[in-house]
């Protein structure tokens, strides 16, 4: 697996996961189309907050999105903590339109600036048009 070792480093919380798809799913080794994958239970906007044991200097966050079920337009937010989850600075805001008769998969490879971070927040809205749809995430990874 590339990049940091999440599982080791960081207690990962989340607002609802299917049993079948748990958070776990978005940090292993089975990225890309076709992977396997972090479901929320329930529709509407997911929080994801990884809490790290120790800061850690991130430099670059890589997200993959895999959406084969309906048309939709899902937003994430990237935020991240110095001061232990006390406040919060949004890094990056996003947007994918998902076709299932095309545009399917998602992947981003965004940049920070490498600052001691003690918390990583991902907040997603899993279609801007408030239908009730599941967020999910095929990999999310660190370096």
């Known amino acids: ?9 960081a207690t990962a919380y989340v607002t609802s ?13 089975q990225g890309g189309p076709g992977g396997s994958r972090w479901i929320a239970a329930t529709s509407g906007e997911q929080t994801l907050i990884l809490a790290f044991d120790v800061p850690q ?5 890589l997200v993959e999105i895999e959406e084969v079920e309906a048309d939709r ?3 994430l937010q990237l935020a991240t903590s110095v001061d232990g989850g006390q406040t919060y600075r949004e890094r990056v805001r996003q947007e994918y339109v998902f076709s299932i008769s095309g545009a399917t998969f998602e992947r981003e490879d965004w940049t ?26 095929t990999r999310l990874a660190l370096w």
């Open 57 to 61: 200097r991130i430099r670059r966050v």
């Open 1 to 9: 697996m590339d990049g940091l070792d999440v599982p080791a480093l």
């Open 73 to 75: 337009t899902q937003e």
């Open 112 to 137: 920070l600036d490498g600052e001691a971070i003690t918390h990583l927040r991902l907040r997603i809205t899993p279609d801007k048009s408030g239908r009730p749809c599941r967020a999910s995430l």
């Open 17 to 29: 996961e299917a049993a079948e798809h748990p958070i776990e799913h978005a940090f292993d080794a």
